[in-house]
């Protein structure tokens, strides 16, 4: 198992806190990874850390090899880490069909000057863009409200654009914070399908933060637990729900409770 | 562009380079070419600033470049005796050079915090040309020679301005024409991917740089951008009085321009343009109300912002069209 991504001792501390303690792991290529653990744990700051989005105060994030971290969003996202937002995040104010095509930011073979001019390359772009767009919403279904502006969808709705937007941008690897949240069961196993998809038909690798075990545990080849910012187990789902340690931290914590 | 916003801008660049000369030669109001000259080289400016509000920043410092372009074209004219037609473009240049620099420290900055810095900026510039020696201080540069002639290859494309017979109307001319392109330049901008990637880091910083926009150039692109229309329209218009002092732009120049970008309508490209023609022409209908002129002037600004929150172009009139060109964009893509 070749390791496309590598979290090595990364910690990150906020003054007196340490909200991300020396935690390691690999992931494999086109592997769906989730990162659990209680609110607070840590994951989301994990997220960030991966995506560049704040600064490792140690260790580092390898990318088939190349450290990404403590680079900046735009050019880890060039490398092809990218990551949705635990809020759905999306450019409100314009239409889905539009958040996705301006997404394609990082395919364009023209420059912006090209664009300015309307060069052939631009154009070339511009059509392959709007290819790929409905491309993508056909992908995750979202045919009925390709023009509709953003700030007027349901939070569903939100998700799966986020998730567009997400994969607009032809990454190799998609982190995904809690992108269930919200949802019901029919939509979160409807996302979980959608996920698997992703995997299987776009070779994208998953890393996801989600606090729906159900969903977690359906849709994992493996997992990483963290609390108190600190990994304390790894494995496949079953062992997960197995692990004494695992079970401990989730008795401790009040709102999530471990099983399907 | 569809055949009927084709029309549109045909009918608009004849109403604004014949119809109204041939009103004002009717009508002996030849005052009105300054009037209308000032309009169009203020809504560059404005342009400028309304391409600021375009990525989410509220820009109250335009006059500081206005007045730095006004001050590059006349110290070329002057002191290395350049032709004004070479130093229109260098002062543009200029300004948006200079803004790299002011831009890359306060465009981390966000609403009223970059507003504030933008606002000191403009009595920075003032300040620096009081001091500085090239500008030669509080008395200024005056008597600045009109614009020579610009030909290339034997075809002269510009007559010297000295030569004309009424040099009120040429400028009023060449302002309108650069209006029109500097209008046009925004347009095209706006509707091509440059436009969708500031609307993106309008609506969402963090987004944007997380599908890859490196946020910090963009933003430095499009205030550079911005600076450069405040150059240029700086440069004409010191052209035009062919005098420049260290009040020429000042922060109420700088409140101005934003406050033309709000009343004609942040939504609209073309919205700065008719934001300046409607405050210059309303600050000047009030004169005949002497101590009370802006008394009222403010209140009616108040009024039409909180009546129309989205400018003037948001009015039903107006949306018509611009609904259409939406849903035409749309299709288009
Ligand atoms: N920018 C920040 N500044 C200070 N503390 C932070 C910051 N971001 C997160 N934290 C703290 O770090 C810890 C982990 O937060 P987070 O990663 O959001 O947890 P999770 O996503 O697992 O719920 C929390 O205690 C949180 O308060
Ligand atoms: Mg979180």
Known sequence: ?260 | MNIRSLLAVIVFIIVVLVAVPVLIAKSGRWDFYYTLTSVALLSIASAGVWFTFYIGRINIGQGAYALAGGYVSAVLVMKADMNFWLTLPLAGIFCAVLSVFIGMPILRLRGVYFAMVTLILTEVMRLAALALPVTNGAKGITSIPLPGAVSIGGVTLLPDFNTLENPKLAFYLVSATLMIICYGVLWRIVNSRLGHLCRSLQQNEELAASIGVNISWLRVLAYSISSFFGGIAGAMFIAVSQSIYPSSFQVADSVNFMLNCFLGGLGYVFGPMLGTLVLYFGWDLLFSTGKYQLLIYSSMIILLILLLPNGILSLGLFNRKIKADKHRDQEGQ
Not at chain 1, 219 to 237: C, H, L, M, W, Y
Request: avoid cysteine; charge should be negative.
């Open chain 1, 1 to 260: 198992m070749a390791a496309l991504l590598s979290v090595q001792g990364v910690t990150k501390r906020y003054g007196g806190l340490i909200a991300v303690n020396n935690v390691s792991f690999d992931v494999a290529a086109s592997e769906i990874l989730s990162v659990i653990g209680p609110n607070g744990a840590g994951k989301s700051t994990l997220f960030k850390l991966i995506s560049s989005f704040t600064q490792v105060t140690s260790g580092k994030v390898l990318l088939e090899g190349d450290r990404i971290s403590n680079l900046t969003p735009h050019v880890v996202a060039r490398k092809g880490v990218v990551r949705t937002f635990q809020e759905a995040t999306i450019f409100r104010a314009m239409t889905v069909r539009d958040n996705i095509i301006v997404s394609h930011h990082l395919r364009s073979q023209a420059s912006l000057l090209g664009f300015f001019l309307g060069s052939a390359k631009a154009r070339a772009d511009e059509a392959a863009f709007g290819d790929s767009a409905d491309d993508i919403i056909e992908f995750l279904g979202l045919q009925g409200i390709a023009n509709e502006v953003a700030s007027n969808l349901p939070q569903g709705h939100l998700r799966a654009l986020g998730m567009a937007i997400g994969l607009a941008t032809g990454p190799k690897v998609l982190l995904l914070d809690e992108p269930f949240a919200g949802m019901n069961h029919d939509e979160t196993m409807h996302m979980v399908n959608l996920v698997r998809r992703l995997r299987d038909d776009r070779g994208v690798t998953v890393l996801l933060v989600e606090h729906d075990m159900a969903a977690v545990m359906k849709i994992s080849d493996r997992i990483v637990v963290i609390n108190f910012g600190q990994k304390i187990a790894e494995g496949t789902p079953s062992a997960i729900q197995s692990n004494d340690q695992v079970i401990e931290a989730y008795l401790g914590s009040e709102d999530d409770v471990i099983g399907m």
